[in-house]
């Protein structure tokens, strides 16, 4: 069967007009489609199995070049785990039962690079300099990854060069593994992007380049200024399909984990999945692995802070990366740094299009009160891009979706991806909670 191309919201004028107002809102897809329909897509199962085969190559080399993997044995993964603290002081918050289980996915605990980032960034990295290593003959099929620690590699890599335009996190990724494999690596920054990022980078080796515009404008300047040198690749985050397939391999092992942890998926007892969204890259790659595993039983939304609904936009209109936030008046200001993001990734949102279940906008306030809140009830600290998602069970439960697709609110698992947070500095971090805490004295609605 064949994806349409009919989008019946594109004649919604008064959601946009919400969106233009920054009124928090929650969009329903009516172009999910169903997965039989998802073999239309330009992305498969198999991509996702030989993405994951490449992470395992891999896996001695990182155990090498990372030690904090050692105990993982070079997988890069993040913890699955009920926080029933936090869903009780929100259904007692915003005064109503959101139902189900929610669980929290800590990739702000992610080794090497406390983001998400770690997945999709580190993937595309990697793929080149196995592509690069296969090509010259360095490594043969069959040989330890180990070697891409050596001497030679890094002198057989330090005659290419990398780029990337970065809010923050993508930057952090590309810059460390691209620094440590022996590349010559540059990060062009937005202008929302944290100092205490940029001087990581360059403590790791990274050349960091700063620009005044915002997210957009520094990767055009990346894209441009890398393309025209020889050896010079571009990890593009609007337009990516190894970033993508990079963040899908998350829904592999996430099966994994509920199975450990004993949790039923099917139809009667589905999964609902909130992903903080930018370019849409990272929470497009984990539905589209969730959808591919989980069929029709799990349910993606995306969130996006109300000053920069890049991705909503796109899919509201269809006009896709054709429109930026800015086209509408918005000004994509938010303190949300890793979602600042005014235009949606190309690969990402026409595939994102037929998987997610829908997506809902936050107030830069609410991203600082679930916070500290998390904090306060958890113990768990995460960056204020990465909190988006837990207020999706009390979004999603407030316009009766569950009830509508015949799914009884009870029976859901819902899983909060908290997206980053664990490299921030410490007075920052209390500076965020500090920000949480005094916002939440205030009367709050989901
Ligand atoms: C990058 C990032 C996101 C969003 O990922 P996109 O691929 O840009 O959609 C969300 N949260 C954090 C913390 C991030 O760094």
């Known amino acids: 069967m064949a994806l349409?191309?009919?989008?019946?919201?594109?004649?919604?004028?008064?959601?946009?007009?919400?969106?233009?107002?920054?009124?928090?809102?929650?969009?329903?897809?009516?172009?999910?489609?169903?997965?039989?329909?998802?073999?239309?897509?330009?992305?498969?199962?198999?991509?996702?199995?030989?993405?994951?085969?490449?992470?395992?190559?891999?896996?001695p080399y990182l155990a090498l070049a990372f030690p904090e993997t050692q105990k993982s044995q070079g997988i890069i993964e993040s913890a699955l785990k009920?926080?029933?603290?936090?869903?009780?002081d929100m259904d007692e918050r915003f005064g109503f039962q959101a139902g189900g289980k929610l669980l929290l996915k800590c990739d702000h605990e992610l080794p090497v690079c406390g983001s998400i980032k770690a997945r999709g960034g580190m993937y595309e990295v990697l793929h080149y300099a196995e592509q690069l290593a296969l090509q010259?003959?360095?490594?043969?099929?069959?040989?330890?990854?180990?070697?891409?620690?050596?001497?030679?590699?890094?002198?057989?890599?330090?005659?290419?060069?990398?780029?990337?335009?970065?809010?923050?996190?993508?930057?952090?990724?590309?810059?460390?593994?691209?620094?440590?494999?022996?590349?010559?690596?540059?990060?062009?920054?937005?202008?929302d992007a944290r100092e205490w990022k940029k001087n990581l980078l360059r403590e790791k080796g990274a050349r960091v380049l700063e620009f005044s515009g915002d997210?957009?404008?520094?990767?055009?300047?990346?894209?441009k200024t890398t393309r025209a040198l020889s050896n010079g690749y571009f990890v593009d985050d609007?337009?990516?399909?190894?970033?993508f397939l990079g963040y899908s391999v998350a829904a592999l092992r996430l099966k994994s984990q509920l199975e450990a942890l004993k949790i039923q998926v099917d139809a009667a007892h589905p999964l609902f999945v909130?992903?903080?969204?930018?370019?849409?890259?990272?929470?497009g790659g984990v539905a589209f692995g969730l959808r591919q595993v989980f069929g029709d039983a799990v349910h993606c939304f995306f969130v996006e802070p109300?000053?920069?609904?890049?991705?909503?936009?796109?899919?509201?209109?269809?006009?896709?990366?054709?429109?930026?936030?800015?086209?509408?008046?918005?000004?994509?200001?938010?303190?949300?740094?890793?979602?600042?993001?005014?235009?949606?990734?190309?690969?990402?949102?026409?595939?994102?299009?037929?998987?997610?279940?829908g997506a809902y906008t936050i107030g830069d306030d609410e991203l600082f009160r679930l916070l500290y809140e998390l904090s306060r009830s958890e113990q768990i600290q995460l960056e204020p891009s990465a909190t988006a998602g837990l207020m999706g069970p009390h979004r999603i439960r407030q316009m009766g979706y569950a009830r509508m697709q015949g799914i009884n609110p009870d029976?859901?698992?819902h899983i909060a991806w908290a997206t980053g947070g664990a490299l921030v500095p410490a007075e920052e971090m209390n500076h965020f909670l500090e920000k949480g805490k005094s916002l939440l004295k205030a009367p709050a609605v989901a």
């Open 274 to 283: 909130y992903s903080p969204c930018g370019v849409g890259g990272s929470p």
């Open 136 to 191: 010259h003959g360095l490594i043969h099929q069959g040989e330890s990854y180990e070697a891409f620690c050596t001497e030679r590699f890094r002198r057989f890599f330090s005659q290419y060069s990398i780029g990337v335009g970065s809010t923050g996190n993508l930057g952090l990724s590309i810059g460390i593994i691209s620094a440590r494999l022996g590349f010559q690596v540059s990060v062009y920054m937005s202008a």
């Open 411 to 413: 029976a859901v698992t």
């Open 82 to 88: 009920a926080i029933p603290k936090m869903q009780a």
């Open 4 to 59: 349409t191309d009919e989008n019946p919201n594109k004649m919604s004028f008064p959601l946009q007009d919400e969106l233009m107002r920054l009124k928090p809102l929650t969009w329903i897809n009516p172009s999910r489609a169903g997965v039989r329909e998802l073999d239309a897509l330009p992305v498969h199962f198999q991509d996702i199995i030989e993405a994951s085969a490449l992470w395992e190559r891999f896996a």
């Open 238 to 243: 609007e337009q990516s399909k190894y970033l």
């Open 306 to 357: 109300t000053h920069s609904p890049a991705v909503l936009l796109g899919l509201l209109t269809d006009k896709m990366q054709e429109v930026c936030v800015q086209d509408f008046g918005i000004d994509n200001r938010t303190e949300a740094d890793g979602l600042a993001v005014g235009r949606p990734s190309a690969f990402a949102t026409a595939i994102s299009k037929y998987t997610i279940s």
């Open 215 to 223: 997210f957009s404008e520094a990767i055009a300047e990346g894209r």
